[in-house]
């Protein structure tokens, strides 16, 4: 097959769709538009913007003329994290640059190069006319930003979203470069921020050290309180659901290839690995959840000097899930630890955000099993079954909503440097992607709808 | 004595003489010059601005004609803090407005009106031809934006300063109206910043979630590690020159007049008092070291969700210090403990910014119970020995530089809004400061100088 033009991933990359901050609407909603394009461009038909007041559109299209044939959902997301920190950046995150091998820009692999992937695979077979299986297209452009917009929608239409055979999602990483993977379970998330009062106006330091309550040092108590340095999450409950990987799984991740040096090393830069002790690392990283302080606000913080007691401190936290925990469970006892956490003279409460609960996919599932023996065709290396520490909140929809197994083809590699500065992706997995994920396609067609 | 007329103390407030805002250079030199006007109208001699690029004016004058008799240096500091937030004031900053028995104006405690309180006792003495003793008057405008003119003049010229008996300074507070107090006792402080890094740069933590260091949560363990939920700062070494104070301290603090539930709760609004347990709020507040946390800077604090594993994160902290600490010791001892409460995976650093020494004075001085029995005299109760939380660099650095005690007379009130929107002065202090300070002179007769 001949390489795929560069030029609709350049376009899609220059718009910055920061589902996050509201002054980023204008373009998120252009980038709805050109995904639209794109999908009619690739023979769907029925294509159109859901809007919904205050959401991000979702984009869907449909190509239903393969009667007997399995139908199939491809989910992608069209927005991206916000670039910060901007002077981290080698060449600006929304001016996509190839550097060697690698296409560099903010969302080339999270995810709008992996969804491309996607459309142009469909795109070829339907410009052929040999597209064997019926196709939904549901891309929505709140992924970064909590996603509500395509919850609500999978909940309000499920006639639109009937009959389904399985999903393909393209939002994970190959376990290593030439080692191809598909993605058989994910963590969960409770994201949300902690919110630490103490008196009622920041107090002097010097009028009142020594008797007035400190926020932020109340916050820092809290946030010791939840996890400590052994990295156990010490709430009460916290780990009750808790299901261990299986012998067969632990088996197979300690086959995989791997240089601990390295990624501790070159990718981390850290100068050691952290975690619960006795604990193999991909199990820390798949099996375990985790507890993650994602930013801290409070008091003065310019040039200089300012002694001022703050009054008020918050902490953005997030908590990783793994099976069988179950969400709404888990808030709970977030609610309570933190709210125990509060040293005297203070007060502390947890602010949800937004959840969403840990998924499996049985590696046995045939659609699975399609598109391993496409990847390893094209790859030409045994594809391996791992699974994601992140958290990909439509698998766990479609398989609680719509009973739906996801395929998750992964094409980005470990160094994308994904929700950091210097996001890339490697170019020739991007057209090997679109081989691999057309040859799939194609392999289904002795495939019968359920 | 007929009272004085508050025509000098109005013009000098109608000056925005704001010594951190580079705009008001121009007031604050206006300012210093009408503090020299003043003090050629006391009678003083060799009056001068001293002067350094760079620098707010240093305003001197003196009065040496009283052969064999003490000499005081009397200071005081003529700059005022920012007046904002501007729409809480009910009159304009710097229109000096009377409502019942207070004058409100930016600078009027804090410190021009006490400041005046010297000059016009100085000028009433010299008027009468009785001033009994030699007068140095060293006034500054850089108080509230770092002193650095006076620390350096004070360094450079030993001798201008030389054969001094004590320093007078107008710049604290009584304990409680109609309480006559002199301050003894004011806390150092070391200020700085609290740096830690953990990973090359910021990282997933759907990917990297149970192996990487999380640059925050480590300097919330840096944090409670220096202090805990006892609010024991736990540092080896800090409190080892920490000199508890006398029998008699403890028992005078402990009969000062003192509402704590009012304190608590309408003052600084807290639902507890915090501290070391077992030590009475006087001590806690004057006579004990405290750990601070001034504001903290770190990862993603925007709207929104960013499940960002930071790599770096900063706190601005202090600690105040007491008697003996000694600043370059104690800042050993915390660069130290910073250093070794770095969890695995990251490294944290204490980088200093300026520190003050501890200083106190013996309440047994001639020249402290001189002014003492003076203010008892004018104010009709016993005037009490208190100390100070905060820094008064200049007490300081008169100890160190010239072993010079400072006798702290304070005429200003607990609720003169000091820093804050309607500051003001209590009238009738003025007045009767004005005499206080005059019978204190005029009760050093028989005093011979050193």
């Not at 919904?52 to 449909?62: F, T």
């Not at 903010?106 to 695979?121: M, Q, S, T």
């Not at 630490?196 to 400190?214: F, I, K």
């Not at 598109?371 to 790859?379: E, L, Q, S």
Request: aromatic residues 8%; contains cysteine; charged residues 20%.
């Amino acid at each position: 097959m001949p390489p795929q033009d560069l030029g609709p991933l350049f376009a899609l990359l220059r718009i910055p769709s920061i589902s996050t901050l509201p002054e980023y609407a204008g373009s998120v909603r252009e980038c709805a538009e050109m995904i639209a394009s794109l999908l009619r461009g690739a023979g769907m038909e029925q294509v159109e913007l859901l809007e919904r007041p205050g959401r991000h559109p979702l984009v869907y299209g449909e190509w239903l003329h393969a009667p007997g044939a399995p139908t199939l959902l491809f989910y992608g997301h069209y927005d991206v994290q916000p670039p910060d920190p901007l002077d981290e950046w080698t060449s600006p995150p929304f001016e996509p640059t190839i550097r060697g091998e690698h296409l560099y820009a903010r969302g080339v692999a999270d995810d709008k190069g992996l969804l491309l992937i996607l459309i142009h695979a469909v795109e070829r077979l339907h410009a052929a006319g040999t597209l064997p299986v019926n196709v939904k297209f549901l891309i929505e452009g709140e992924e970064e930003s909590g996603g509500e917009h395509l919850t609500e929608y999978v909940r309000a239409h499920p006639a639109r979203l009937a009959g389904l055979d399985a999903a393909i999602i393209c939002d994970t990483e190959m376990f290593a470069p030439e080692l191809p993977t598909i993605c058989v379970g994910l963590r969960g998330i409770v994201y949300g921020e902690i919110h630490v009062e103490g008196a009622r106006q920041d107090l002097h330091s010097g009028v009142y050290g020594g008797a007035a309550p400190n926020a932020l040092h109340a916050l820092a108590q809290v946030l010791t309180a939840i996890k400590g340095g052994d990295e156990i999450i010490r709430i009460p409950g916290f780990h009750d659901a808790v299901k261990p990987p299986t012998a067969e799984e632990r088996e197979a991740w300690g086959r995989l290839p791997f240089d601990e040096e390295a990624y501790r090393e070159t990718e981390m830069g850290a100068s050691h690995l952290v975690g619960e002790a006795g604990i193999p690392l991909f199990e820390r990283l798949w099996a375990r959840p985790t507890f993650e302080v994602h930013g801290v606000h409070g008091g003065f913080t310019g040039t200089g000097a300012k002694t001022v007691i703050p009054a008020r401190a918050m902490a953005k936290v997030s908590f990783r899930l793994v099976p069988d925990q179950e969400p709404g469970a888990i808030v709970e006892c977030i609610r309570q630890a933190v709210t125990a956490a509060a040293p005297s003279g203070t007060r502390a409460e947890f602010r949800l955000q937004h959840t969403a609960p840990p998924s499996s996919v049985d590696s046995r599932n045939p659609y699975v099993q399609a598109a391993a023996r496409a990847m390893t065709d094209v790859f030409g290396a045994e594809t391996v079954f791992t699974r994601s520490g992140g958290s990909i909140p439509v698998v766990a929809l479609l398989n609680h909503e719509l009973q739906l197994p996801s395929v998750m083809m992964g094409f980005g590699l470990p160094d994308d440097n994904l929700h950091a500065p210097n996001e890339r992706l490697y170019l020739p997995n991007f057209q090997r992607g679109i081989v691999a994920v057309t040859k799939f396609l194609e392999s289904l067609k002795s495939f019968k709808n359920k």
